[in-house]
């Protein structure tokens, strides 16, 4: 009794930390050669050669039998295509740990636990959930006023194909930054942020990019196309095309005919540059942009 137990014991201890570890390439044929357990163990080292044929390795409940195969010299080999994304997900390490039986004739002698740690292959460009976004800034925006958009995922598992850097692509001058931070789950968040102040009517939309690209090499990246409206403010007064205008009207000119046309401008846009017209004898509401006002006799 007390012989059986110091084996269990024995056998327990064997199984609690990690023996060997190997590593194998995700997305690798099914058949690939990861390791030769029998010589990496050396447990071959003190058994006499006549007895080594009687050392045969197997795996302990076949758990990841899908994933891997050994035959009985101990020869570890790929039983399907890993894919770490799949097996993973998310996750900065991708492994798996599997009990390999090591018998001598019919008796176990021990058991090994072995991790393989399947490698990630940068095999995922960074993506964003929307491939375009608009957003929207008041012409009388505050400095530093900010706007959110999405971030970007990568669906690689190794620490360096799934470490996103972003980068704001737009042209000299442009009036905007991208603030990145990091969130307490690790996540980034990312914000348009105003630099400079705003003038609708010197332009009115701004098309900017954001780039996410990865740590791999050679390194994958996603584009966020922004595009970016500016809302009218009320700051433009309309405008005459003359200060002063100076009419002739002849004692023969029929009543109700137009005596002169004026023009008026207003830069503002929308409900700010619906304009109304005045005088002592008449009030009427124009759209200045599609019909232009008329002074009657």
Excluded: W
């Excluded at 971030?151 to 620490?159: L, S």
């Excluded at 009218?232 to 005596?259: A, C, E, G, M, R």
């Amino acid at each position: 009794m007390f012989l059986s137990l110091s084996i269990v014991l024995s056998m327990v201890h064997c199984v609690l930390t990690i023996d060997l570890t190997y590593h194998v390439e995700e997305e690798r044929s099914p058949g690939t050669y990861v390791a030769d357990i029998a010589a990496d163990s050396k447990l071959l080292d003190n058994v006499k050669p006549s007895d080594q044929q009687l050392i045969t390795f197997s795996q302990f409940k076949r758990k990841v039998a899908q994933l891997f195969n050994i035959t009985k010299t101990g020869k570890l080999y790929t039983a399907q295509t890993l894919d770490a994304e799949d097996l993973c997900t998310f996750n900065k390490e991708c492994s798996r740990t599997m009990k390999v039986v090591v018998n001598k004739g019919t008796s176990v002698t021990k058991i090994l636990k072995i991790k393989i740690i399947i490698e990630d292959v940068n095999d995922h460009e960074p993506e964003f959930l929307r491939k375009n976004v608009n957003i929207l800034f008041g012409e009388d925006a505050r400095i530093s006023s900010e706007r959110s958009i999405p971030n970007a995922m990568d669906k690689d598992v190794g620490f360096q194909n799934s470490l996103i850097q972003y980068k704001l692509k737009s042209k000299n001058g442009e009036p905007f930054s991208l603030s990145v931070s990091k969130r307490a789950d690790g996540i980034s968040s990312l914000k348009i942020v105003l630099k400079e102040s705003l003038d609708r009517e010197i332009k009115d939309t701004y098309l900017l990019q954001v780039i996410a690209k990865d740590g791999g090499s050679p390194a994958k990246q996603g584009v966020l196309n922004i595009n970016i409206s500016i809302t009218d403010l009320n700051d433009n007064p309309p405008v005459f095309s003359k200060p002063l205008y100076n009419i002739s009207i002849q004692s023969t000119h029929h009543k109700s005919k137009p005596i002169i046309v004026l023009s008026v401008t207003d830069a503002d846009s929308g409900e700010n540059d619906q304009n109304i017209y005045k005088n002592n004898d008449t009030s009427t509401s124009k759209d200045s942009s599609e019909e232009t006002p008329v002074k009657h006799v």
